[in-house]
């Protein structure tokens, strides 16, 4: 739980960000379902519009502290500028890619 002003009790920081892709038809921009799974261990789905797809990618590459609030399903980017959140011991998690 992380004490965020305006978020609920149930916030908490994004540990894995997962994006799917399913094509529509020709000419049509297809379906996003996003997973993500807190450090609480629970995971959440939800399918943002490819406008909104194109803002979480931007923010999930940005230095920010990601939170998920479950209650009102809300996406909380923190320390997008300055480090607000450090006193609070949350760290940003390192983003690593498999070897090929």
């Known amino acids: 739980m992380i004490a ?3 978020a609920s009790e149930q916030t908490s ?3 894995v960000l997962n994006a799917n892709w399913t094509a ?3 000419g049509e921009d297809g379906r996003f ?3 993500i799974v807190t450090d609480d ?3 959440h789905t939800f399918s943002p519009s490819p406008a909104s ?5 931007a923010l999930a590459r940005a230095n920010a502290i990601l939170l998920w609030d479950p209650t009102d399903r ?3 980017a923190a320390n997008i500028v300055g480090t607000w959140l ?5 760290t940003r998690v390192t983003v690593t890619t498999p070897n090929p």
């Open 4 to 6: 965020v002003p305006g």
């Open 13 to 15: 920081q994004v540990k």
């Open 24 to 26: 529509g038809p020709d």
């Open 33 to 35: 379902e996003v997973m």
């Open 41 to 43: 261990g629970r995971q």
């Open 53 to 57: 797809m194109t803002a979480l990618l």
């Open 74 to 76: 809300t996406l909380i």
């Open 86 to 90: 450090a006193p609070t011991g949350l």
